[in-house]
Structure formats: C-alpha cells, structure tokens
C-alpha cells in the first residue's frame, strides 16, 4: 500500500476553514431580513462543510479528501444527496481533535 503524498491538515487550517467561510457568506450573502430571528448558539454547530472548502482549507484537492475517505483517514459525510456531500463541523472539529492526539 502506497502512502499519501500530502499531509493531513493542521489544526490551524480549520480555524482558517471556519474563518473564510464566514468571509465568504458574509461578502457573498445576501443582506439580512430584519424579521429573521438569530440562530441559536447550541445550532451553530451544525453548520456543514462541503469537500471543497474542506479541501482549500487543507491545502489538498477535492479528490484527496474522497481518498481520505475511501482509506478511513476520515469521517464518511454527515449528509449525501446524489453527488452532494456535507460534513458538519463539529464531526470534522472532532476528527481533528482526534488527529491531533496521535
């Protein structure tokens, strides 16, 4: 069995994930409906992820993530409909707290 050429991604680069993600729905998003009531803190870990922003914020491509998937370097996604593929980021938050303990 060959071993990976890239690296698993650094603590670090999820917080950048999280960070760039907000960015984009920030800059990206359309305003905000003065009637529409605030997310709950408990919900807010319930956000997903898609494989390319998991994959930008590693610093790997989109098809090294399903590598890592197919091996169980990784969680398999919280949510799939047809090719769509989701991670919540608290599944991913805990694999990467369980990386880091290796």
């Known amino acids: ?3 990976s050429v890239h690296s698993r991604p650094s603590p670090d680069s999820f917080d950048r994930a999280e960070t760039e993600i907000s960015a984009e729905r920030s ?5 905000r409906r003065r ?5 709950p803190p408990e919900l ?3 956000r997903m992820i898609s ?3 998991w994959a930008a914020a590693c610093g790997v491509s989109k098809r090294q ?3 890592w998937q197919d091996a169980g370097r990784m969680p398999a996604p919280d949510l799939r409909i047809d090719q769509v593929v989701r991670w919540k980021l608290a599944t991913l938050r805990g694999w990467m707290d369980s990386q ?3």
């Open 35 to 39: 009637n529409r009531k605030e997310i």
């Open 65 to 67: 993530i399903f590598r």
């Open 1 to 3: 069995m060959s071993s």
């Open 27 to 31: 800059v990206e998003g359309p305003q």
């Open 100 to 102: 880091k303990r290796r």
């Open 44 to 46: 807010l870990d319930d």
């Open 51 to 53: 494989a390319d922003q």
